[in-house]
């Protein structure tokens, strides 16, 4: 079982709606990552979060720590937020190592 | 501020030949990270470095694999012989120190092995 898991794999979503893509962990972290992947390989940072809830934009991203879980929400979505949306933990003890989920694949369709 | 640069962006070679892929991280950064994203997974790490010293090579194939960061700056990735299982987007990825710092990816290079 992968250390990091996350749901859905793949989400199709029409433009506006309200979007929500899940990361669950299994080990203990000291931070999680939300990143974003476009065609063609590059990756962004979306948000680093330690606890509680991080907004930017449309993007806001949840953690609860004792259940191990978080979540990256997106409001209004638009064609332009169709990308691989990957969940990447650091875990206790392993310094700036990242382990990664899958990724989520997002098409939001106009 | 310039970000973490990569090239080639693309490569396409036959199984057996060798490739080399050149990272340049953003100024200042003292790590410096090589992942493999092998197509529908998230990255793999493949090596660490701290500066011009390797922290983290365990999931690096070192019998075809290689990296090096000679002057701590930037680091070439290489891989000879290629095989066929090496078709992946390799990314580089940079951060101020080892500690809670943000890691910053370059836009990688897609190896397709033919």
């Known amino acids: 079982k992968n250390e990091v898991e996350q749901s859905p794999q793949n989400l199709t979503a029409q433009e506006g709606e309200f979007i929500t893509i899940n990361c669950s962990y299994s080990v203990g972290i000291s931070a999680l990552h939300w990143l974003q992947q476009h065609p063609g390989g590059g990756i962004v940072s979306l948000f680093m979060l330690s606890s509680g809830k991080k907004k930017h934009g449309r993007l806001i991203a949840t953690i609860n720590i004792q259940e191990k879980h978080s979540s990256l929400h997106i409001t209004a979505s638009h064609p332009r937020d169709s990308a691989v949306y990957i969940c990447?933990?650091?875990?206790?003890?392993?310094?700036?190592?990242?382990?990664f989920g899958g990724g989520t694949r997002l098409m939001v369709k106009p | 501020e310039a970000g973490v640069a990569q090239s080639p962006r693309y490569k396409i070679i036959e199984k057996r030949q060798s490739v080399a892929f050149w990272c340049n991280p953003i100024?200042?950064?003292?790590?410096l990270y090589w992942y493999q994203q092998i197509l529908g997974q998230g990255p793999k790490l493949l090596i660490q470095?701290?500066?011009?010293?390797?922290?983290?090579d365990s999931q690096l194939p070192k019998d075809r694999f290689s990296a090096e960061r000679l002057k701590g700056v930037d680091s070439t990735l290489k891989i000879q012989p290629a095989k066929l299982e090496d078709s992946a987007v390799y990314l580089c990825?940079?951060?101020?120190?080892?500690?809670?710092?943000?890691?910053?990816f370059g836009p990688g290079t897609r190896l397709t092995v033919t």
């Open positions: 990825a940079s951060s101020l120190a080892r500690g809670a710092y943000e890691q910053y």
């Open positions: 990447a933990v650091r875990k206790n003890n392993a310094g700036n190592m990242l382990t």
């Open positions: 100024s200042g950064h003292a790590t």
């Open positions: 470095f701290q500066n011009n010293g390797v922290v983290d």
